[in-house]
Structure formats: C-alpha cells, structure tokens
C-alpha cells in the first residue's frame, strides 16, 4: 500500500487539496492517515476504490455534501469525532 499526500491526490482525482482538508474536517471522503498534526496521508488503494464507489458521487459534485453519511463500517466516508464532542 503506497501513501500519497493531499497534492498528489489533487494532482490525481482532480479534486482540491482544500476540498480534501474540508472533507476531513466533516469527518466525511476519503480514509486517511494522519501521522503528525501537519502530515495528512492517503493509501491509493482506498482512494481508488473511494472514487469509484456511485455512492460518493454527491461528494464530488460542487453541492454540499448530502445528509445522512454512510457508517464507517462500509468504507465509503471516515466519521470522526468533531472537538465538541469531547
């Protein structure tokens, strides 16, 4: 498993490094790996199959994203706690 960062991933799939920070932000798109507070990684393997799964393509489109997100548990979105959740 290869892990690329949020450029490459921009570079790739055509979305936006900043489109990538806000979907982590949400705790919604890809999984990622996130090492240090500033070194955010993807595995293109999860990134590939993220991408081409229909179920995300509301993600991709310019609209906010829709509610009611997938569970973690079928790989489509990587909920996180939000910090008032603490």
Do not use: H, K
């Amino acid at each position: 498993m290869a892990l690329i960062s949020p450029t490459e991933v921009a570079r790739q799939y055509g979305i936006s490094s900043t489109q990538l920070r806000q979907w982590r932000q949400q705790g919604i798109g890809p999984e990622y790996f996130q090492f240090t507070a500033r070194t955010v990684s993807y595995a293109d393997d999860y990134l590939r199959d993220w991408f081409n799964d229909p179920n995300n393509a509301g993600l991709l489109t310019e609209g906010p994203p829709a509610t009611g997100q997938t569970s973690c548990r079928d790989g489509r979105v990587r909920l996180t706690r939000r910090r008032d959740d603490r």
